[in-house]
């Protein structure tokens, strides 16, 4: 299908351009527009068939209900049994604006657009454009947001066009939605009015004129949810979003460890950072300036501006390849009870907690797990392991390095090689007890960082272990090029050639633990540098 695109006036003055797209509405084809809350794909919702092609369009499970649009109060009777006092009280406050009402629907909603629910959502948009489209087709229009089914809600004409380019009539290009998430849903049917999906207009507003009002808590484990959508996977980029949480301090302190061990491991990050924590990354971006995007998403104190940012945000994951999303929380107030919702929900419930204080007060030490893979476990890893235990206390004592060695094909039980060991007690490390072992999946879990000598002992182990594939990086990848290409095997070649494998690995595990240490422990921009040299 070929999608038009007709560009207007944010303020809805181009009669003449909406004129035909209203027509291609009211006669059953698709047409995307702004709202003040995110772009919508609408349908004339009394035509049950125009209806079924937005599920379509969008790939979108057939028992979530629409939300029906309205361009005037006056259009909501024909389509509901009655309307309650309370209805009428927040209608009056409230629209039109980012407020959806659930009524109990009349025989004139076809029942495709309510998923067979009895009860019928129905919001007046406070866009100009969307009000005078809806007006000039003359029939509610169904529409949910203008977003392919499970990807966040587009923000802008550019969005909504990546996601529904060659699925829709038309896509009018009114500017960048104001509000930025989507209205919030409320049932008034029973006697605490409950909020059903956070959104646009806040729980404090809704108080101010209702009363007591509740917030529909996720998911009840029996029965169906109260609101069809809250069940589905949602607002989610290609990349898996993790959320920190805890105190501004703390979020920024457990994102740069959590970044760091993605960076180290070659994954391209993105953080989505308030305006207040940006500083806080600064010493990753200067480490990792191609692999690392940080977002401000804005300040903590102004959450319409978070909220407008966010799901563009969300998606800029997909346009620079980010492996990873890592994302701030914000507080629960106002339009930051929605922005929460929506991040948790792209999270899918992935948290990364802030780094435990230890009970005795003193500033916590965070721990990094490093795995050191070579194949036969006799020779490069076990150098690797006593170098890096060794090169870790002096470079990044800020850390706690866990560190162990393993083989891709390692005979059990042999001991280090004689000219291993002869390497490593130049440097004063004994390898004596070493045994080898080969490398099983419960080392790969426990490892935040698996460092390989070579690529292809990188290939065997996501070929092996793919679920860990993100934490395995060669040794040249993790020291940022400090090591320019594979470790060889010294395995069989003499003295100097262990000698020449134990060099690059101190100069590639040191710069491994210089960069540790520069993103991991500056936490009031190298601050606690100054501390150490002053020492
Ligand atoms: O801001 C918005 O609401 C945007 C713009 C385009 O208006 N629209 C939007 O629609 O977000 P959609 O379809 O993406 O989300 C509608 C939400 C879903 O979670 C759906 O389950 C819920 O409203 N919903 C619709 N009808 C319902 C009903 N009868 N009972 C309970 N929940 C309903
Ligand atoms: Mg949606």
Not at 261 to 280: M, Q, T, Y
Not at 433 to 453: C, F, G, N, P, Q
Request: with cysteine.
């Amino acid at each position: 299908m070929e999608t038009k695109i007709v560009k207007v006036d944010p303020f809805g003055r181009d009669e003449s351009l909406l004129i035909p797209c209203a027509e291609v509405l009211r006669r059953g084809g698709l047409v995307a527009f702004p709202t003040e809350t995110v772009y919508g794909v609408g349908a004339n919702a009394l035509m049950p068939e125009a209806v079924s092609r937005i599920f379509e369009a969008k790939g979108r499970p057939q028992d979530n209900p629409l939300i029906v649009h309205v361009s005037r109060p006056e259009a909501v009777a024909p389509l509901v049994r009655d309307i309650s006092k309370a209805a009428i009280l927040v209608m009056e406050a409230f629209w039109p604006g980012p407020l959806t009402l659930l009524f109990a629907r009349s025989d004139l909603v076809p029942p495709v657009v309510t998923a067979g629910l009895p009860t019928v959502a129905i919001r007046m948009p406070d866009h100009p454009v969307a009000q005078r489209l809806i007006d000039l087709a003359g029939v509610p229009v169904a529409a949910p947001s203008a977003n392919l089914s499970g990807k966040p809600s587009p923000t802008t004409f550019e969005d909504t066009l990546k996601d529904l380019k060659g699925r829709v009539d038309i896509i009018v290009d009114g500017g960048p939605s104001g509000i930025g998430v989507e209205s919030t849903v409320l049932d008034i049917s029973g006697p605490v009015p409950k909020i059903l999906r956070p959104g646009g207009l806040s729980l404090e507003d809704l108080r101010s004129v209702l009363g007591e009002v509740e917030v529909a808590s996720g998911i009840p484990s029996q029965g169906p949810p109260p609101s069809p959508g809250m069940k589905y996977r949602h607002y989610a980029p290609k990349a898996p979003v993790f959320l920190v949480i805890g105190s501004p301090e703390e979020q920024a302190e457990a994102l740069r460890l959590h970044a760091a061990k993605h960076l180290l491991a070659g994954k391209r990050v993105l953080i989505l950072s308030s305006s207040e924590n940006l500083p806080a990354y600064a010493a990753l971006k200067e480490n990792w300036p191609e692999s690392l995007t940080v977002l401000e998403l804005g300040p903590r104190e102004d959450l319409a501006r978070v909220a407008s940012r966010l799901f563009s945000g969300l998606r800029h994951g997909d346009e620079t390849g980010a492996d990873v999303i890592l994302s701030e929380s914000f507080p629960e107030k106002g339009l930051g009870l929605a922005i929460q919702n929506r991040l948790e929900r792209a999270s899918g419930g992935r948290t990364i907690k802030p780094i435990a204080e230890p009970p005795h007060k003193s500033p916590a030490r965070p721990e990094m797990n490093v795995l050191l893979v070579c194949t036969g476990n006799t020779c490069r890893s076990p150098m690797a392991e006593v170098l890096l235990r060794e090169i870790g206390k002096a470079e990044c004592p800020e850390i706690g390095l866990n560190v162990m060695s393993r083989g891709t094909a390692a005979a059990g039980g042999m001991p280090a090689t004689q000219e291993a060991m002869r390497a490593v007690a130049e440097r004063g490390l004994d390898l004596s007890e070493h045994k080898s072992r080969m490398v099983s999946e419960k080392d790969l879990s426990w490892a935040d960082l698996v460092i390989t000598m070579t690529k292809a002992h990188k290939r065997t182990l996501v070929e092996r272990y793919p679920s860990y594939s993100g934490k395995v990086a060669t040794l040249s990848e993790a020291s940022g090029g400090a090591v320019g290409g594979d470790v060889s095997d010294p395995f069989g070649l003499g003295d100097p050639a262990y000698l020449r494998a134990r060099d690059e690995l101190e100069v590639g595990l040191r710069a491994v633990c210089e960069r540790i240490r520069r993103v991991t422990s500056n936490r009031d921009g190298g601050k606690q540098d100054e501390d150490r040299s002053g020492k």
